[in-house]
């Protein structure tokens, strides 16, 4: 059981916009701390896709976004592409036993 | 470029050591703390030790206090996890991962820009 939930698996059409919700409590995402997001092909390293709730780091494509608001957050990518086709994961600072750093379950995403 | 390669992973038998290695380059490595995520085959990402930049502090999970020991060794720039008293419950693929900013505290709202590769370490008899 993870201390930040995601849902198991989100599809889409290429084109289209999904998201992946990422809910937490009130000792980590509802605290205040920043949520942040990996992408994760099979075999490969996680790879950091937005980090402090929203900002992407270079090289990352406009068509991953991410927000936060009070104890959830949510990743979009728009324009869906056949090479999105990874396991999504988000993180959390946490203060209670479960912590410090804590990852939500993972979503696969599947390009349909 | 920031590269980070693990090594040290294999099938080992419960009860047993192993010591994996991250050797860091492109960044100043004693000016990071560096992090243990491992991954146990079918499931998702668990956070397991950090160390601070300069190698003076250091938190373990729960689940791997007391038998594993996280270092580092600066002139060397390589990141180490001593792994004693190992059971299945450790299998998994192990990444080493670099913060996002420097001189940061040992505990603090960071997210990590940089892993490496992964080695897999395998208990079982």
């Known amino acids: 059981q993870s201390v930040l939930t995601q849902p198991p698996s989100v599809s889409g059409a290429p084109g289209q916009r999904v998201t992946i919700s990422c809910t937490g409590s009130?000792?980590?995402?509802?605290?205040?701390?920043?949520v942040h997001w990996y992408q994760k092909l099979p075999g490969t390293a996680p790879k950091l896709l937005i980090y402090g709730n929203s900002n992407r780091p270079s090289g990352v494509p406009d068509r991953f976004s991410g927000s936060k608001s009070g104890t959830s957050a949510s990743l979009a990518i728009t324009g869906l592409q056949a090479e999105d086709e990874a396991d999504y994961y988000c993180?959390?600072?946490?203060?209670?036993?479960?912590?410090?750093?804590?990852f939500g379950g993972g979503t696969r995403l599947t390009v349909l | 470029q920031v590269q980070l390669v693990e090594s040290g992973g294999g099938m080992v038998q419960p009860g047993r050591s192993l010591r994996l290695s991250c050797e860091a380059s492109g960044f100043t490595f004693s000016s990071y703390g560096m992090h243990w995520v491992r991954q146990a085959p079918g499931k998702g990402l668990e956070w397991v030790a950090v160390i601070s930049y300069d190698g003076s502090n250091k938190y373990y999970a729960d689940s791997v206090k007391g038998r594993f020991t996280i270092s580092r060794d600066i002139s060397k720039n390589t990141l180490y996890l001593q792994m004693n008293s190992l059971r299945a419950e450790d299998t998994a693929v192990y990444y080493c991962a670099k913060v996002i900013s420097a001189y940061e505290l040992l505990f603090g709202d960071t997210s990590f820009d940089s892993w490496g590769q992964g080695t897999l370490v395998t208990v079982s008899s």
């Open positions: 009130s000792s980590n995402i509802g605290a205040g701390y920043n």
């Open positions: 993180q959390s600072y946490d203060t209670s036993l479960s912590g410090p750093w804590v």
